[in-house]
């Protein structure tokens, strides 16, 4: 099978606690990709497992199973004669229950539709999503005449992982960097915990420490806290978060001497100047190392604010023309629009898997591609 023009993908992602599913309608090839979503439908779970303070699998994995058969019903009915030529869906990495549900819905859709897989790495879904857009596709540059080129460097940030990748095109991995320990979505989660937030609490801390940023000096008791930059000092391009975590702990059960009540806001600001200190510095230094003709930040934490701001004052301050990416903010969090676009590439590879070989690999990394 040749393809060649307008492609239509749908989308299946079932990694964690959201049930998503979209079509999108992909042309251009590996060269001048572009998508226009034609739906992306996202069933989040988090107020049912807010309860726990966490995913909990095994309702995650009952979830999907129920939220799917409804998701496309509603895909249906927004597209008259659902058409696809592709079905795409993540086999990992992710929790092995709920990257099954997906996978044998895939399965029987294509037995149904008669239409070939392929198999979507979830962290390269998020990689492709800095190429979509609510309104079709376009990649949102600041500065006119400024296109997305490869070499690119990406800063991977999500509740599972913190990876810096390099890509000299697209489906070409090379892992920099990772963390050694807790990823940082995971810090901002459990940082929350400790300070009483709802799940997921990244959100939650980002808001906080908006707030504390804004307010007047005076009231700001945030410089009494400073917490480490983990692993700032290490040669290398890894990470770590777990220490960062665990010094946020030992601040709030002996606060500083002498100074007035810690409140929250203080504490998320704290944390997340360390935390975002730590990737910035970390990208920085892979920048300079590896001379990147674009950076993209992606994962469920690049919808961070500061993060965002932070990266692009230091990047602009080693050369104003090297792009920083991020995605539209509907598209940092786990959706199926980004599996269809990473599905895209995966066709001209020619990728296919055959139903009954697709497996769930729970801890699937991204490697270097054969061609
Ligand atoms: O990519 P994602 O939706 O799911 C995974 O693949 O893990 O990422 C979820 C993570 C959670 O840890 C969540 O707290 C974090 O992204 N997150 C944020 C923000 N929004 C979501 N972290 C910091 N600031 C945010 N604004
Ligand atoms: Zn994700």
Redesign the pocket.
Known sequence: MIYIGTMRILGIET??DETALAVVEADGGLERPRFRIESSLVASQAELHAEFGGVVPNIAKREHAKNLPILFKQLQTINDKLQTDIIAVTVGPGLEPCLWEGITFAQSLARDLKKPIVAVN?MEG?IASVLLSQNGSEIKLKKENIKFQFPALVLLV???HTELVWMKRWLDYEILGETQDDAV??A??KVARLLGLPY????E??RLAEKARTRPPKMSKAELLTFPRPMIKSRDLSFSFSGLKTAVLYALKNPPAGGPELDKADVARAFEDAAVEALVFKTIKAVKAKNPETVLVA???S??RHLRREMETAVVDISASIPVLYPDPAF???NAAMIAAAGYFHTFKKDFVKPEELRAKGRLRLTASAS
């Open positions: 990694s964690c979830h998020h999500s509740g599972g979505g995971e901002f989660d997921p609490g990244g959100p801390i980002s994962g469920g934490v919808a961070n940092t969090g786990d």
